[in-house]
């Protein structure tokens, strides 16, 4: 069965801490992805990546970063968190070849106070 | 970028009734990909169907179909035989192939299926 593992399901922050979000995945996928998902905002893509130590910045990547050292693990880096962060995180993952959907992970509800 | 518009926030339909929920998306690609996707209330995102723009028929999963029109750039989900575990929000979203398989997600339509 395939899955995407996110390392929270809740995590509360203080302003100006930094944040680590984990995704890891067992599919030997080439991409991806973190999404942030907000009520009548949809999912807004945060970062993706396209393979080991690649990224490329999706529509909202201001302060945020990311690092995929590993093809299976793409962590989301909040360097100084702030409130405007609180929401929930999707992390998903999509090989190259095939049917292409993504597969997402849990989600990771952020309270930042 | 490509948009994806859902054009309603919130629908209900009656148990066992049939429902549909509508997607349009800009593009001047002729090759790409079309998804919905379901998330149950604190639940995980799955995929419901697929569907391969140059693929003329309309893709049919158990009781979800789609009636995609490619020229009219629609593409709407029907749910036939509605039930309590249908109760979600659904997502549209667009593929273009081979820019990283990035995907451009509509705002969703939270849909209420009423016993």
């Known amino acids: 069965d395939v899955k995407v593992t996110q390392s929270s399901r809740y995590l509360v922050k203080r302003t100006g801490e930094k944040v680590f979000l984990e995704c890891v995945q067992d599919?030997?996928?080439?991409?991806m992805f973190w999404y942030r998902q907000d009520p009548g905002l949809g999912l807004r893509l945060i970062y993706f990546?396209?393979?080991?130590?690649?990224?490329e910045k999706g529509d909202i990547p201001e302060g945020y970063s990311v690092s995929r050292e590993k093809k299976e693990r793409f962590s989301l880096i909040l360097e100084s968190a702030s409130t405007n962060q609180t929401s929930m995180y999707l992390c998903a993952s999509s090989g190259r070849t095939g049917h292409l959907e993504q597969f997402f992970g849990p989600g990771t509800r952020l309270t930042v106070l | 970028a490509q948009t994806v518009t859902q054009s309603q926030p919130e629908m209900s339909v009656q148990e066992a009734e049939t429902v549909t929920l509508s997607c349009t998306y800009d593009t001047s690609e002729s090759n790409y990909y079309l998804f919905w996707y379901k998330q149950p209330p604190s639940r995980q995102m799955i995929l419901v169907i697929r569907q391969e723009a140059y693929k003329q028929q309309n893709a049919t999963e158990n009781r979800f179909s789609v009636n995609f029109q490619k020229a009219a750039k629609s593409f709407s989900l029907k749910i036939s035989d509605s039930q309590l575990g249908d109760t979600a929000m659904y997502f549209c979203?667009?593929?273009?192939?081979?820019?990283?398989?990035?995907?451009?997600f509509g705002t969703g339509t939270s849909l209420t299926v009423i016993p």
């Open positions: 979203a667009f593929m273009k192939p081979f820019t990283g398989n990035q995907f451009y």
């Open positions: 990546s396209y393979d080991v130590k690649m990224k």
């Open positions: 599919m030997d996928h080439e991409n």
